[in-house]
């Protein structure tokens, strides 16, 4: 046919200049762009038009590559992000004003964002919010909660100053500066990210290397039998070498939890979820791009498997592992005091049953990475949060030594949680052993979906009295959280809850349990807040309806019982100073009165379906495990030239770490930030900073840091007799003292290097001081909590069912904010989460396995946040700081709630609150 | 296996009569329908065929070629009757998806939560489907058998949708149910096409439901019930949205319950007449 293009020259012009691609026919440009033109700017986040990070120009209209065929765009113009930022003005300005305001946190959807704002100011070159949120709307972003990505658009757009960005060196404008602690500096990692030249998981491997496949579970439960793996390599074309447990030389078996390790790499015999990995298929990138897993040899057969906790609790259920019976796997309990008295004493009480489900991290980067094996040594370059964790369950599994392992992590795309958990770096690591060259892989949106853990959903029944002047008498919560087939992060979350369901208040007596229990879902693990979001819920609901028991303001009734220093928790812990929940809640009383006259006010005039509510909820959490040892360890250096370097082994998936423990270093230090070079992590030059969970990264490792900085900076202070107060001049070959007027030098040539190469160093480790916690849970689980206090306005439309935040106040003590501006952007990103976990996120297995039907905020579901930081200093936290990444979702979806009641006298019980269920609620209101 | 991009209605033709083709337009659907393999195949891409990236202004109406996306529809300069169509343009998936999906793969998709079909209909469209072996015009009412289900045979193809003139300057509306902002499918859509005499009565009522049974319906019972009717009638006859809604039957699924689709169904009609009124 004379119109067919040929597949081998598909002339076409990328950022200005000439190319020619050679791609079969319905090749997307994605990959094209990816994989021919080396533009790993494009990313790829669904491979479905949902996410939209691949987004491209093309002859200047923004379209999804993944949507289109190479083919296509034969004799047109196709703009990517690193070609818009060399040349277009919008681009340029752009990427200042994404700094400015912190707008691009992982970084993952950042190109997707850039270009289709590029699109909209060259066509509206003064946009107003409305066309903003139009022009990104097709574009997810996990992370920020999108008002910072809104209001750097609206900058770039007119250089106009929108609200913060003052040019203070305050929240909102973030610039370069010493960056002192306290200062909101721009992210130190950022500019890669806003040119498209950082390297996520899938972005490392080069063209040309092994593709790796996982051969995946289609039944909750299986059994299955793998058929002629020999004659299917050797009859298939470009296949080189399949893996199943048979493979693994070490134990077919990982955990996060050492005493509960239980998830093989591949299954045998049976499989336990619905996308549990069996096998794996190694081949040429031309033979896996049309591999259909349906040609792998295996035979299935469906068994009858459990899906609810009910169901898994039954006599006659089966039994996921041998020892865990009624597929319980574990139990947390706290108790003080006498619960069942003070409950019967209380004047009031209220009681309530609430259901969660499973809610999926979403972050747009799914699980990627590349390995290579040379010379006995396995290196592994995939996206994770704990690769010193990472490399420990390879050595059991590959039965290699520590030092036969380097885990070099790349750039993450989001993590929130699941990213603990090892995924692909077993298939890696495996493959390229086996084949003896390197190896990659990158989990399609389904497989991320599928078998990587989630949300626990839960089951939970509290029952809180209080007596007639407003305090709080016993508090008894029992929940059940389905913890899916393995045990992952579940542990913790057993023990995590009934520490936190009494919220952060007063309460003497207390029982709260919590048990986990396996079911045939893909594990359950660490979700941002280990399940005291879903706690929360319960408990802060149950607070309102106690208020209007007692006819009291919901503000006022929470700030009485609020916790204080001198005061017990329900652990038995007092802490002497840094409890900051009533600071919070009393931060929030001006929004709170504006938004009850304004909400009034509108309810009284509107005579239409639209009601409007304001709620509150509070949350608090420990950083750091539990009772258990997590030290963090910075080494920091100085070379000859005055280079000042610092080995950051904190892993930065977004939240900051990379620009805040430097910031905390070079305080300590004495120079300014800008002055650092970092290096890592990897696991072969950076000493273990733990894994980024729990909040602890800047307490722990921030701690850590600073010890550091101080160390070195009395190792040359003592150099030369010098007092504390002395200031640091650090530059090429020498450093300066500057001590009350007089002057020292250190000439660093004379030092001799360390076999790193530094002249000084400094070393140091920080494990927050805790003690166990007794049979009743009583004890010092953490060193520090960190608190928080959400308000919400919603308007309800009481005819169909749709609920619409119209604004949060959000007040943080967290204790010393390093980096405002990254405090600000931890804050919006938590509330995204907490109002997509409250209104829209449900991950059913085989129903919304992708973010078609999985439906995540966007743009436009976003309101304006005020953020309010309260700052109660912690005697523990470096310079007063306290952790902050999980509480600022925990009051979100219950201040929602609660927003939902006010609005419509609609209570929602079952999350989330779809149009669906909030218009059963309002109808059984009324009938 | 190939990548046929022709030029003319003539050659696309013969690439479907010498079979195994498939039709590729913005691929909003292709795509995510593939999965993540990519299997040699041979796609029949029509967006360079000449003239059917238009829309255009007929003797007896308007003609929208096969390969005009939704951004061309929110671009085009068209009566007030098309805005039904322009507003559920605008909500369809994002910026991204309007500048790449074309209304008539909307519909030749055949999905119950397509935001074309319901303005199409209450527009009265026909689609223009040929073959080698002829033409014919079939209305979108006929065109549409099943979920994802359509009268065409493999060697034929979709080229314009046409929508005869609208009498008495009538003016279209849309309004999309869906748990979030942007990228979202469906709960339930209407469209409404609504025309007034003098006196604010209704002289012409064409309401469309979508995503409430497997093909989106115009409840012709309501529209009827409508006819004659000021906003004051309607405001006083608030059971009038909900008694002539028996013939859908919603289904339930991940979005929503069959029993709130049905009961959302007459709010929604009742927005979209008044939204088309005011
Ligand atoms: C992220 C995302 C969001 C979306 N949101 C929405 C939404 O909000 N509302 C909505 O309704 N849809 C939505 N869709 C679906 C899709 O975008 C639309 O249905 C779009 O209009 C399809 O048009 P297309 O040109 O891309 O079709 P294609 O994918 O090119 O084709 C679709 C089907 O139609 C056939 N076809 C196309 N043209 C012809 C022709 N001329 N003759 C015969 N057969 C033909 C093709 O063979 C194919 O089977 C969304 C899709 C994505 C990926
Ligand atoms: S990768 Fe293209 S939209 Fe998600
Ligand atoms: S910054 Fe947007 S997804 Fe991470």
Request: aromatic share 6%; hydrophobic share 40%.
């Amino acid at each position: 046919m004379t119109n067919a293009i040929p597949s081998d020259q598909i002339g076409f012009t990328l950022n200005h200049t000439s190319v020619s691609a050679n791609s079969p026919p319905g090749e997307r440009l994605s990959e094209t762009l990816r994989e021919q033109m080396g533009q790993r700017d494009v990313k790829i986040g669904c491979n479905a038009g949902d996410c939209g990070a691949c987004t491209v120009l093309v002859d200047g209209d923004p379209v999804c590559a993944c949507l289109t065929p190479t083919h296509r765009v034969a004799g047109r113009q196709v703009e990517t992000l690193t070609g818009l930022v060399g040349y277009d003005d919008s681009a340029k300005a752009l990427s200042e004003s994404f700094l400015d305001q912190g707008a691009a946190q992982c970084g993952i959807c950042t190109p997707g964002m850039i270009v289709s704002a590029v699109a909209l100011l060259r066509a509206t070159p003064d946009p107003d919010e409305e066309q903003v949120k139009d022009a990104i709307g097709g574009v997810l972003c996990r992370c920020t909660g999108y008002r910072k990505i809104i209001d750097a658009v609206l900058q770039a757009g007119t250089s106009k100053v929108t609200a913060g960005a003052d040019g203070s060196g305050k929240v909102g404008s973030g610039k370069t500066g010493s960056g002192k602690v306290g200062s909101g500096i721009r992210h130190l990692d950022g500019p890669a990210k806003v040119r498209g030249t950082l390297a996520f998981g899938d972005d490392v491997a080069p063209p040309g290397t092994l593709v790796l496949k996982v051969i995946r579970s289609p039944f909750a439960r299986a059994a299955f039998a793998l058929g002629d793996l020999d004659l299917f390599v050797a009859t298939t074309d470009g296949i080189k070498a399949t893996l199943t447990a048979a493979d693994v030389p070490g134990d077919n078996c990982f955990g996060a939890i050492p005493a509960f390790v239980d998830q093989p790499v591949f299954a045998e015999h049976e499989t336990r979820f619905r996308g549990e990995a069996v096998a794996a298929v190694i081949g040429t990138p031309e033979a896996m791009r049309a591999f259909d897993p349906e040609s792998f040899p295996v035979d299935w057969h469906q068994l009858a498997s459990v899906a609810e906790v009910d169901a898994a609790m039954a006599n006659d259920a089966p039994q996921l592992h041998t020892g865990r019976d009624g597929n319980e796997m574990c139990k947390g309990f706290v108790l003080c005091g006498n619960v069942d008295q003070a409950l019967e004493q209380a004047d009031i009480f209220v009681e309530g049953h609430f259901t969660t489900g499973f809610v999926e991290h979403g972050y747009i980067e799914p699980e990627a990475g590349y390995a290579t094996f040379e010379n006995g040594k396995v290196t592994v370059h995939a996206c994770t949060q704990a690769p010193v964790m990472d490399r420990d369950a390879l050595e059991a599994i590959l039965g290699l030594h520590a030092d036969q392992i380097r885990i070099v992590p790349t750039a993450v795309g989001g993590g929130f949680g699941s990213k603990l958990d090892i995924s692909v770096q077993p298939f890696l690591a495996l493959g390229a052993m086996k084949t003896g060259h390197p190896v990659r892989i990158t989990y399609t949106r389904r497989e991320t979906m599928q078998s990587t853990t989630k949300r626990h959903p839960a089951e939970m029944t509290v029952k809180i009295g209080a007596m007639k002047d407003g305090r709080l008498s016993g508090l008894r919560f029992d929940g059940v959280f389905n913890t899916g087939a393995y045990a992952s992060w579940g542990p913790t979350v057993a023990t995590r809850v009934p520490i936190h369901a009494s919220g952060p208040y007063r309460i003497a007596d207390y029982r709260a349990q919590a048990r986990a229990i396996h079911t045939h879902n893909p594990p359950s693990g660490a979700f941002r807040g280990f399940g005291v979001p879903q706690a929360a819920i319960a408990q802060e609901a149950l607070f309102d309806q106690l208020a209007a028991k007692l006819a009291m303001d919901p503000l006022e009734f929470r700030i009485l019982n609020a916790l204080d220093n001198h005061q017990p928790t329900v652990c038995g812990q007092v802490f002497e100073q840094g409890v900051g929940i009533r600071a919070c809640l009393k931060a929030l009383r001006p929004a709170w009165a504006e938004h009850n006259a304004k909400i009034a006010e509108f309810n009284a005039q509107t005579t239409g379906p639209l009601r409007r509510g304001v709620g509150i909820a509070a949350g608090w959490y420990g950083c750091g495990n539990t009772s258990l040892a997590n030290p963090s360890t910075i080494l920091a250096g100085l070379r000859v030239d005055g280079t000042i370097v610092l080995h950051q082994g904190a892993m930065d998936v977004g939240q900051g770490a990379n620009t805040v423990i430097a910031q905390i270093f070079a305080q300590a230090f004495g120079v300014p930030v800008a002055q650092l070079t970092l290096l890592g992590p990897d696991t072969d030059i950076t000493p273990d900073a733990g894994k980024t969970s729990a909040s602890r990264q800047t307490f722990v490792t921030g701690n850590a840091a600073r010890l550091t900085g101080e160390a070195l900076r009395a190792r040359i202070l003592s150099m030369c007799n010098a007092s504390p107060e002395a200031t640091l001049e650090v530059g090429p070959g020498v450093v300066k003292v500057l001590d009350d007027g007089h002057s020292h030098q250190i000439d660093l040539n004379k030092l001799e290097p360390n076999a790193m190469g530094y002249v000084l160093h400094a070393e140091e480790t920080y494990d927050p001081p805790t003690k166990p916690l007794d049979h009743n849970g009583q004890g010092v689980p953490y060193a520090q909590f960190g608190y928080a206090a959400h308000l919400c306005v919603v308007e309800v439309d009481t005819a169909l069912g749709t609920v619409k935040p119209l604004h949060f106040s959000a007040a943080h003590d967290v204790g010393q904010a390093i980096n405002p501006l990254l405090v600000e952007g931890q804050v919006q990103g938590g509330i995204a989460q907490g109002l997509g976990m409250a209104l829209m996120e449900e991950y059913l297995p085989g129903r919304t396995e992708n973010l078609h039907d999985y439906l995540m905020p966007t743009a436009g579901d976003m309101p304006r946040v005020e953020t309010i930081i309260v700052e109660v200093p912690d005697a523990h936290g470096p310079y007063g700081a306290k952790g902050l990444g999980e509480h600022v979702l925990i009051p979100t979806a219950p201040a929602i709630l609660n927003a939902i009641h006010n609005a419509c006298g609609a209570r929602i019980t079952r999350l989330p609150a779809t149009p669906a269920r909030v218009h059963a609620a309002i109808k059984g209101l009324t009938i | 296996m190939g990548y046929y991009t022709p030029d003319t209605v003539p050659d696309a033709l013969e690439v479907l009569r010498q079979g195994d083709a498939t039709i590729i337009a913005g691929c909003t659907d292709y795509f995510p329908n593939q999965g993540d393999i990519c299997a040699p195949t041979k796609l029949l891409d029509i967006s360079r065929v000449a003239g059917l990236r238009a829309v255009s202004q007929t003797t007896d109406g308007w003609t929208i070629g096969a390969a005009t996306t939704w951004s061309d529809v929110i671009n085009a300069d068209l009566p007030r009757a098309f805005d039904g169509l322009k507003m559920a343009a605008r909500e369809v998936g994002s910026v991204q998806i309007q500048n790449a999906g074309t209304l008539v793969g909307n519909l030749c998709n055949a999905s119950p939560a397509a935001d074309g079909v319901p303005p199409l209909l209450t527009l009265g469209a026909e689609l223009e489907v040929i073959s080698l072996r002829g033409s014919r015009r079939v209305p979108l009412v006929d065109f549409i058998t099943g979920v994802r289900q359509i009268d065409m045979a493999r060697d034929e193809m979709v080229v314009a949708i046409h929508i005869p003139a609208p009498e008495n300057a009538p003016r279209g509306y849309f309004l999309k149910l869906g748990a979030r902002k942007y990228l979202v499918i469906s709960i339930a859509m209407v469209s409404t096409l609504v025309a007034l005499d003098a006196g604010g009565r209704i002289t012409c009522a064409r309401v469309a439901v979508g995503a409430c049974s497997a093909v989106a319906r115009r409840p012709g019972a309501l529209e009827v019930a409508l006819i004659g009717q000021t906003v004051d009638q309607l405001m006083g006859d608030p059971g009038i949205w909900t008694r002539h809604l028996a013939p859908l039957a919603p289904i339930s699924d991940v979005r929503g319950s069959a029993d709130y689709r049905q009961e959302i169904a007459g709010e929604l009609c009742k927005r979209a007449v008044m939204g088309a009124i005011q």
